[in-house]
């Protein structure tokens, strides 16, 4: 089965540059979560989804970041204008029926801004 | 207080070391908690789910302490392949799982 893709895999940008992030969640699950990765701040929750809604986008960092999810089987992570300091990996998840159940991950997008 | 917290380490022991991570939570609504793992340059996976009697995988043992708000992972006859960096996880009642910033393992031979 497939799990939950993302793409693109690496991305180097340059400061102002809008970046478009994409998430594929496996199929039949519910929920869907964005989360950022970096060294200093751990993995941190950025918004999550459940049957295309956003529930929860407190963890948005500011104006520059939206999330959407058009339907069940794709969702996308936009920044704009980028930042260095956006520079990290963003991964994308999804689950099945509750926030309490097992999430899967995908293997992340490594943005780099300059 | 952050809502997960863990002791970064990193630990560093021998092949066959018993060795024992710690996590602290503060939100007492917390209903589901586990262990992830996480390589170097990789996703984070599940290892384990946290029951409340304690639970054991092979050679990883998890403990919860609910009074405490307290979780443990404890690893028997480390092997060379368990480095990595370990993520203690938890939801609340109504919030989507929140990840502590890991505890990382080195085994060497």
């Known amino acids: 089965d497939a799990g939950v893709i993302q793409s693109p895999r690496h991305e180097v940008t340059e400061m102002g540059q809008e970046v478009t992030l994409r998430c594929k969640p496996i199929s039949g699950h519910d929920y869907l979560f964005w989360y950022r990765q970096t060294m200093m701040r751990g993995l941190e929750l950025l918004i999550y989804f459940n049957n295309n809604v956003p529930i929860d986008d407190s963890g948005m960092p500011e104006d520059r970041f939206s999330a959407k999810m058009p339907n069940a089987s794709f969702s996308t992570l936009k920044i704009q204008p980028s930042e260095p300091r956006d520079s990290a990996v963003y991964f994308c998840?999804?689950?099945?029926?509750?926030?309490?159940?097992?999430?899967?991950f995908g293997e992340g997008s490594w943005l780099t801004v300059v | 207080r952050k809502e997960v917290e863990q002791d970064p380490g990193p630990f560093n022991v021998p092949e066959g070391a018993t060795v024992a991570f710690n996590c602290t939570y503060s939100?007492?609504?917390?209903?589901?908690f586990f262990w992830y793992r996480q390589d170097c340059r990789k996703e984070p996976k599940l290892l384990m789910s946290v029951y409340s009697s304690g639970n054991e995988d092979g050679r990883f043992t998890a403990q919860l302490n609910r009074a405490s708000q307290y979780i443990s992972l404890l690893i028997r006859d480390s092997k060379l392949s368990d480095s990595a960096t370990y993520l203690c996880v938890v939801n609340g009642r109504i919030t989507a799982l929140i990840f502590g910033k890991g505890t990382t393992l080195s085994v060497s031979s």
């Open positions: 998840a999804s689950s099945f029926l509750n926030t309490g159940n097992t999430i899967y």
């Open positions: 939100n007492s609504a917390s209903q589901s």
